[in-house]
């Protein structure tokens, strides 16, 4: 069966292969859910003959994606993919580039290859196959955090086939409008920031207002409707999928704890997963997420495995607790609840964990506008099917508060205004770079650029005339620092030229003035050429330099305008180790430059032809001719060397790192890798073997049976929690097999003394899950015996939701009973365990049945407790309940043993209730000797107490009391 695509991708991928006939280079940047992965995959259906470059963030992302498209497409697979992953490409060999000749090249969640290590290895393949056509997807284009870079221009020289936001998305109706609801999990950090910055403030008035704004907020919040409530009343499928983002393993931890305060009464008994990066088990936990369909709410905790490229379809809804200023994670977490293929509206919860974060939704809804007025300003109005979508905000007047307390406390247009004469006094002009802050901490350079922008109308904003003018008592320009540039340095050149009869400046000419002017003209060569800084190069410009001789193609000026950018990164940095996506504020991208003259010097010349003398200057700055990769294994194998000089060894755990940041203990587990496989260099051989550096591999049974006599001696036992990872062992999963292989459950042998090795260290086999369980419970215990040096464990003592006390109550009656092995019975004896209690030490009968009435109730439930019921060890319940129901008739329980008795839901049958409500009678005046009993009064069994007793007074003055009652109720002080 062929791929059939939605509308909207199949639009996209028409659009996408004419682009890459005629461009070699087409992005697709569809939201989160529209499917755009398929889009790749009918690239390949198509062309099943081509050999299809998939590149991706994670094999993981990957194999999801396929699963989605074998589900969808009757189990189709495209088997001409080579994939590939941008972490592992990044250290690949150039033969192993050379290897993959592909037919087409796709880049899936493209905008990640804007990361420095990545974006090499990326950028190593494009090389490579400058011809291969590019296919791009992602669900955004910009790295937000990184400078807005704009990936599709970087990578795609701006080629975008098909571009649709999740607005867009929402409006055309091709993801369903969600509910979307608004609160606030945890507020006492923003508080606390606020409360300092209150406290610091110089101004009383404005501590004073302040103050006020605190008060009317911490009132606000503590109004504001709890989670329990808010997840009750807005999740209305209760047996759905949601997934949970958190921040990280110790926050997920954390909130899964709460799911039971959070979700009960949603559901009492929720089925959580969780999966994260670098889980072992992620792939079985999100699978079993996936495939169960029980009458249960499903929760998935995850961190970072679900926020791109991976998709669950019948997901209900996601709840947002990480915080996040990145709108690229948080588009992708509210993308997880967003399905082209889902009829229902999801719904998304996001309780985050600072206000700031409560904005997010702004721009998904700006962006619904955004589409509305493009479609019905191009008679698309058949295209607008939602205008909108549910949003439940109940932190309205939290965020208001919080705006006004901000408003409070930021600086004024009058001070900022302060601060700028300030510096015009101090140096003669408002020249202040962009990022330039005060002593006080004012922001001076960036509230200066906002007054151009609001003057200019490029932003929002109001300036009075006022205003205006007090800025230019202080020699304020308008222009943008760019116009101003051009100004000084159009300026510099015409004298130069003028002066010289040339515009020919040495590369780091500066005038008399201090102008730097051989740099500018060098970068102005390079705007031109390359097409860069086209607002700035506008065509008025070039023929006022055309009028003063420019020359615009100057070999020497190429290298001198990229020399003179690595002159002032050296100043800066010291170094010219320079990042390869590195791109410095003129446009120059340096990194990629000094990347090229390298490979240019090393095999011969190509794109560069440098001279000795421009060599001997980049000698100069520190330059490094290696490759990035050689660079780092010669700093890798120093690290090494110096390990050994100070430890003796070159034993090291994987997870171990250098102060400086190198992963020596990983990089000596790849090198060993590389040798076994043949990849290792041969000079990298040598330089090892040289050191004493053993490169053949470890046993690795040895190394894990390793890891696991550590744990037990430094534990006693070998109680590994499921999860526990080491040295990047799953240390519990290996125990775990090494059990099924002794138990002769596995193809594989343990030899004879692998077999003692374990059984030294207390590994056990051949056990049933009561014989664990009875081994868990039994380290509790010797716990308790080496902290306390006995076993009298005092009623109620609880660790990890095993009740100690009533275990050992419980093995002294199986003892007794039979029921224990005499290796068990040895090992309770080695911990000082007394069999036979005096009566001093025993708890009386009561004790002992209410204990194991609690425990029962606990496991069995109330309605399954009858006269006949026995517990699991033996005790008989049901007698001892029956004979406590005699003593209640006879009226031999204390007040307080009726109490306990109601309390766990135990009904004492008699012949009428009268008994009951005169023992709950007895008991509140035992507790209350002033014998006051309110008239609202209600008794534990429900009854209203107070009109219960009025009611037998009027009886007994009536004489319709029986005797017996009115000699009880004179006991108590009721009637005289």
């Not at 150039?94 to 993959?100: K, Q, S, V």
């Not at 003692?756 to 049933?768: M, N, P, S, V």
């Not at 008795?901 to 000797?929: N, S």
Request: proline residues 3%; hydrophobic residues 35%.
């Amino acid at each position: 069966m062929a791929i059939d695509l939605f509308e909207h991708n199949q639009t996209a991928y028409e659009a996408a292969v004419r682009m890459l006939s005629e461009r070699g280079k087409a992005a697709v940047i569809h939201p989160t859910g529209t499917g755009k992965s398929f889009i790749g995959f009918k690239l390949c259906e198509d062309n099943p003959d081509k050999r299809i470059c998939w590149l991706s963030p994670s094999r993981y992302i990957f194999q999801t994606q396929l699963e989605n498209l074998a589900e969808t497409s009757d189990g189709y697979q495209p088997d001409n993919i080579f994939f590939n992953t941008y972490a592992k490409l990044m250290n690949a060999a150039p033969e192993e580039i050379a290897e993959i000749q592909p037919n087409y090249i796709i880049l899936d969640e493209f905008h990640r290859c804007g990361a420095e290590l990545w974006g090499a290895g990326v950028d190593a393949v494009l090389k490579a196959y400058p011809d291969v056509p590019v296919l791009g997807l992602s669900a955004t284009a910009i790295r937000y955090l990184d400078n807005q870079r704009n990936m599709t221009d970087e990578l795609f020289d701006g080629n975008i086939a098909s571009e649709m936001t999740l607005g867009e998305a929402i409006v055309r109706n091709i993801l369903s409008p969600p509910k979307y609801i608004l609160s606030i999990f945890s507020y006492q950090k923003d508080l606390e920031k606020y409360e300092k910055r209150v406290q610091s403030a110089k101004s009383k008035a404005v501590r004073d207002a302040a103050e006020a704004y605190l008060e009317a907020l911490r009132r606000a919040l503590d109004k504001a409707e709890k989670l329990d409530v808010l997840f009750d009343k807005h999740m209305t499928d209760r047996t759905g999928k949601y997934i949970v983002f958190c921040a990280n393993i110790e926050h997920m931890q954390e909130m899964k704890s709460k799911a039971k305060e959070w979700f009960r009464k949603v559901d009492r008994k929720p089925h959580i997963y969780s999966v994260y990066s670098d889980d072992p088990t992620a792939s079985k936990s999100f699978a079993d997420f996936k495939a169960d369909t029980s009458e249960h709410l499903k929760l998935l905790y995850c961190i970072d495995a679900l926020n791109e490229g991976v998709h669950v379809p019948d997901v209900s809804g996601v709840i947002l607790l990480r915080p996040t200023i990145s709108p690229i994670i948080y588009k992708q977490q509210i993308g997880r609840a967003l399905s082209a293929s889902k009829s229902k509206a999801p719904v998304i919860f996001d309780i985050v964990n600072n206000i700031e974060n409560l904005y997010s939704i702004d721009a998904i809804e700006e962006e619904m506008k955004v589409a509305i007025q493009y479609y019905r300003s191009h008679d698309g109005e058949g295209m607008v099917v939602n205008e909108g979508f549910e949003l439940i905000d109940k932190v309205a007047d939290c965020k208001r508060l919080f705006d006004e307390l901000e408003g409070t406390l930021s600086a004024s247009w009058d001070l900022m205004y302060e601060q700028a004469k300030k510096y015009y006094e101090e140096n003669g002009n408002l020249d202040v770079p962009k990022r330039f802050v005060t002593a006080e901490g004012y922001s001076l350079g960036l509230w200066l650029l906002t007054q151009r922008r609001v003057y200019r109308g490029d932003v929002n904003g109001n300036l009075t005339q006022v205003q205006i003018d007090k800025l230019n008592a202080i020699g304020m320009q308008w222009e943008s620092r760019s116009d101003l540039s051009w100004e000084k340095y159009y300026a510099a050149a015409k004298r130069y030229f003028e002066a010289k009869g040339d515009l020919l400046p040495a590369a780091l000419y500066v005038d008399e003035e201090g102008v730097d002017l051989g740099r500018w003209i060098a970068q102005i060569r390079v705007y031109r050429k390359n097409g860069i800084r086209s607002k700035f190069m506008t065509d008025e410009r070039i023929a006022a330099l055309d009028a003063i001789g420019m020359i615009w193609s100057v070999p020497d000026y190429l290298f001198e305008s990229y020399y003179a950018a690595a002159v002032q990164y050296h100043l800066v940095h010291g170094d010219l180790e320079v990042p390869i996506g590195y791109v410095d504020e003129n446009g120059i991208r340096l990194g990629q430059w000094l990347s090229n003259i390298r490979v240019s010097r090393k095999n011969g010349p190509k794109n560069y032809r440098l001279t000795d003398e421009q060599i001997s200057r980049l000698d100069a700055l520190g330059m490094f001719w290696g490759s990035k990769y050689e660079k780092q294994w010669n700093e890798a194998f120093s690290a090494l060397c110096s390990y050994y000089q100070q430890n003796g060894t070159f034993e090291m755990p994987v997870a171990y790192q250098t102060e400086s940041g190198i992963q020596l203990g990983r990089w000596i587990r790849r090198q060993r890798d590389f040798y076994a496989t043949g990849k290792l260099s041969d000079e990298h051989i040598a330089r090892l073997r040289e050191v004493g550096f053993v490169l053949e591999k470890s046993d690795p049974w040895e190394e894990k049976y390793q890891l696991a006599k550590a744990y037990f001696e430094e534990h006693g036992n070998l109680n590994v929690p499921a999860q526990y990872v080491i040295n990047g062992v799953w240390l519990h999963k290996w125990l775990n097999e090494q059990k099924l292989i002794a138990e002769g459950k596995r193809k594989k042998k343990l030899t004879p003394e692998q077999l003692e090795k374990l059984e030294a260290i207390g590994f056990r086999y051949r056990t049933t899950c009561y014989d664990e369980q009875w081994y868990e419970r039994y380290e509790i215990a010797r716990s308790y015996y080496e902290q306390y040096g006995n076993l009298n464990v005092p009623k109620g003592y609880v660790v990890n939701g095993i009740d100690l006390y009533t275990w050992i109550l419980h093995e002294r009656s199986n003892r007794q009973a039979g029921r224990r092995s005499k290796e068990q019975i040895c090992l309770l004896d080695s911990i000082g365990m007394i069999w036979q209690v005096r009566d001093s030490l025993i708890a009386d009968a009561w004790s002992v049945g209410v204990q194991h009435l609690e425990a029962y109730i606990q496991q069995h439930g109330i309605d399954n407790l009858s006269n006949k019921s026995i517990c699991d060890d033996g005790y008989k319940l049901g007698t001892w309940l029956a004979n406590t129901r005699t003593k209640y008739r006879k009226g031999k329980l204390t007040s307080e043993q009726v109490q306990t008795l109601l309390q766990l839901g135990v009904r004492l049958k008699v012949r009428d209730d009268w008994m009951i409500h005169f023992q709950e009678a007895a008991h509140y005046f035992e507790q209350h000797p002033s014998g006051k009993m309110s008239k609202d009064y209600i008794s534990e069994s429900g009854v209203k107490l107070y009109q219960w007793l009025a009611d037998q007074k009027k009886k007994y003055k009536k004489g319709k009391l029986p005797e017996d009652q009115a000699e009880k109720l004179r006991s108590i002080g009721v009637i005289t």
